[in-house]
T-cell receptor
Framework: GESVGLHLPTLSVQEGDNSIINCAYS??????FIWYKQESGKGPQFIID?????DKRQGQRVTVLLNKTVKHLSLQIAATQPGDSAVYFC?????????????FGTGTRLTIIP | DVKVTQSSRYLVKRTGEKVFLECVQD?????MFWYRQDPGLGLRLIYF???????EKGDIPEGYSVSREKKERFSLILESASTNQTSMYLC???????????FGQGTRLTVV
C-alpha cells in the first residue's frame, strides 16, 4: 500500500507462496500504470505495465490488477523466489496540460523467507 | 538495450556549492525525468522534460533547476547545495508518454 513517512510498508512471504502488493493511486485521470522492482544499490527496473482501458494484465509469474472505481492497483507474484526480495513501486502516468508526468508511490519492501 | 547513464555513483559536495548531475540516454527518448529517493518517501519527481529545451516542474522543484540542450542529455543543477539535498538522485527516460521509463543506477549525493 501507500504510506507517507519514514517506515516502508513491508511484506514477508514464504518462498514458493504467492504475494500480493497493493497500491492506491490518487489521480482519476491517470491513464497508464507501471510496477517497478528495485534491488539494493540499483535503479528501479520495469516489471509490468497496464493501461487504463484494461483491468488485468499477466506476465511471467506476475499479474497486475487495476480497479479504477476505487483507484487501486495490485501486483501479484506467483511462486515467489528469493530473488523476488526487493522494494516494489507502483507508478502512475498523470496527464498534465498535455505533458505527462510519471509519479511514484512510496514503495513496499517484499522479503522472501527461505 | 536502453542505457541510461548517470555521470557519478557517489558525490560529496560542500554546502553552498553549485552541483551538476548529468544523465545521458542512448535511445532517442523524448521524455526524461529527475527523481530523488529518500527512505520511506519513495521516488519524488523534481523535474521532467518532454523535449529538447522543454521542461516542467515536478512535485519538489525548489532548490533545483534543469537543462536539456540536447535530446540525449538531461542535467540536474543544485544552484546552492544544502544538507537537506543529501539524497539518492535517479534519472529516467522513456520513448514517449504511456511507455515504460528506464532508470540509471543513481547518484548518491552527500552535502556536508
Amino acid at each position: 500500500g501507500e504510506s507517507v513517512g519514514l517506515h516502508l510498508p513491508t511484506l514477508s512471504v514464504q518462498e514458493g507462496d504467492n504475494s500480493i502488493i497493493n497500491c492506491a493511486y490518487s489521480n482519476s485521470a491517470s491513464d497508464y500504470f507501471i510496477w517497478y522492482k528495485q534491488e539494493s544499490g540499483k535503479g528501479p527496473q520495469f516489471i509490468i505495465d497496464i493501461r487504463s482501458n484494461m483491468d488485468k494484465r499477466q506476465g511471467q509469474r506476475v499479474t497486475v490488477l487495476l480497479n479504477k472505481t476505487v483507484k487501486h492497483l495490485s501486483l501479484q507474484i506467483a511462486a515467489t523466489q528469493p530473488g523476488d526480495s526487493a522494494v516494489y513501486f507502483c507508478a502512475e502516468n498523470r496527464p498534465r496540460f498535455g505533458n505527462e508526468k510519471l509519479t511514484f508511490g512510496t514503495g513496499t519492501r517484499l522479503t522472501i523467507i527461505p | 538495450d536502453v542505457k541510461v547513464t548517470q555521470s557519478s555513483r557517489y558525490l560529496v559536495k560542500r554546502t553552498g556549492e553549485k552541483v551538476f548531475l548529468e544523465c545521458v540516454q542512448d535511445m532517442d527518448h523524448e521524455n526524461m525525468f529527475w527523481y530523488r529517493q529518500d527512505p520511506g518517501l519513495g521516488l519524488r519527481l523534481i523535474y521532467f522534460s518532454y523535449d529538447v529545451k522543454m521542461k516542467e516542474k515536478g512535485d519538489i522543484p525548489e532548490g533545483y533547476s534543469v537543462s536539456r540542450e540536447k535530446k540525449e542529455r538531461f542535467s540536474l543543477i543544485l544552484e546552492s547545495a544544502s544538507t537537506n539535498q543529501t539524497s539518492m538522485y535517479l534519472c529516467a527516460s522513456r520513448l514517449t508518454v504511456n511507455t515504460e521509463a528506464f532508470f540509471g543506477q543513481g547518484t548518491r549525493l552527500t552535502v556536508v
